[in-house]
């Protein structure tokens, strides 16, 4: 049974940094898609970042690029989300993801962690 467990999530001023992660387990992650979205106070969930596990290919929202950097750590089954520069409206529960590549939906979710960023 796959299992996706988000931490790092917390309270920062605006202008800082934060690193989420999420550790990954239940089978091998070979072929998967890993994504973060996040989910703000009465607004939907968006798409925040991907990244594909053999060839680490990324791809982020336009509200984070330049910002954010997803990664992964294939020894150790993780996936990180290092989020600089924060601002106010990053604020949001965020949440890990994983998809088998080919297929649109993702399959597997985290509890999720709050990110919240203070002005």
């Known amino acids: 049974q796959v299992q996706l467990v988000e931490s790092g999530g917390g309270l920062v001023q605006a202008g800082g940094s934060l690193r989420l992660s999420c550790a990954a387990s239940?089978?091998?992650?070979?072929?998967?898609?890993m994504g973060w979205f996040r989910q703000a106070p009465g607004k939907g969930r968006e798409f925040v970042a991907r990244?594909?596990?053999?060839?680490?290919?990324?791809l982020y929202a336009d509200s984070v690029k330049g910002r954010f950097t997803i990664s992964r750590d294939n020894a150790q089954n993780t996936v990180y989300l290092q989020m600089n520069s924060l601002k106010p409206e990053d604020t949001a529960v965020y949440y890990c993801?994983?998809?088998?590549?080919?297929?649109?939906?993702?399959?597997?979710w985290g509890q999720g962690t709050q990110v919240t960023v203070s002005s």
């Open positions: 990244i594909t596990w053999n060839s680490g290919s990324t």
């Open positions: 239940g089978r091998t992650f070979t072929g998967y898609t």
């Open positions: 993801a994983a998809k088998s590549s080919p297929v649109r939906d993702y399959a597997y």
